[in-house]
T-cell receptor, first 113, second 116 residues
Framework: QKEVEQNSGPLSVPEGAIASLNCTYS??????FFWYRQYSGKSPELIMF????GDKEDGRFTAQLNKASQYVSLLIRDSQPSDSATYLC?????????????FGSGTRLSIRP | NAGVMQNPRHLVRRRGQEARLRCSPM?????VYWYRQLPEEGLKFMVY????????ESGMPKERFSAEFPKEGPSILRIQQVVRGDSAAYFC??????????????FGEGSRLTVL
């Protein structure tokens, strides 16, 4: 079982709609969860992080965490063509505070005008 | 405030040669991560270092690969006797706290290695 799993996509969403990206993780000791965005040929950049169960909103982005189900999601409201990118889910691995951060393989999102 | 600096951005090597990739973390950051990314794939963890210490190298192949982060100077990822399968983008990221629970990773632009 992969440590962090994502649907590779591509996920195609019409402009203005809500894009929903999902991620599951295997390590119950994980405490921190991140969503990174990566444009083609570029480096990843952090867009959201979440530590507690529930929802966390930042502008058009909402991260959702359910530790019991080991599930993290990212919702993008009012999707724009500039949101077209690969979205990488990342979790810290293990109980130790000095722990590595593991990435999923990413979901390609395409926003169609 | 300069971000994470990686060089070279592009490196071409023939099979059997050595590749050295360098990473200077952001100012004030003392924790460095190296990741490898193949085309259309995610980031694969290789190694996590603090100054003069390797914290976790569980993602790095035991042979031909090594990493260091000396007290002075950049972190270096070294690949000896490169093979075609080593062709990939190698990303370095730095973190201020090194605490995997709270630390945001800041990525460099990557070093793209091509092995002929």
């Amino acid at each position: 079982q992969k440590e962090v799993e994502q649907n590779s996509g591509p996920l195609s969403v019409p402009e203005g709609a809500i894009a929903s990206l999902n991620c599951t993780y295997s390590d119950r000791g994980s405490q921190s969860f991140f969503w990174y965005r990566q444009y083609s040929g570029k480096s990843p950049e952090l867009i959201m992080f979440i530590y507690s169960n529930g929802d966390k909103e930042d502008g058009r982005f909402t991260a959702q965490l359910n530790k019991a189900s080991q599930y993290v999601s990212l919702l993008i409201r009012d999707s724009q063509p500039s949101d077209s990118a690969t979205y990488l889910c990342a979790v810290n691995a293990g109980y130790s505070s000095a722990s590595k951060i593991i990435f999923g393989s990413g979901t390609r999102l395409s926003i169609r005008p | 405030n300069a971000g994470v600096m990686q060089n070279p951005r592009h490196l071409v090597r023939r099979r059997g040669q050595e590749a050295r990739l360098r990473c200077s973390p952001m100012k004030g950051h003392s924790h460095v991560y190296w990741y490898r990314q193949l085309p259309e794939e995610g980031l694969k963890f290789m190694v996590y270092l603090q100054k003069e210490n390797i914290i976790d190298e569980s993602g790095m192949p035991k042979e031909r690969f090594s990493a260091e982060f000396p007290k002075e100077g950049p972190s270096i990822l070294r690949i000896q006797q490169v093979v075609r399968g080593d062709s990939a983008a190698y990303f370095c990221a730095s973190s201020r706290t090194g605490d995997g629970n709270t630390g945001e990773l800041f990525f460099g632009e990557g070093s793209r290695l091509t092995v002929l």
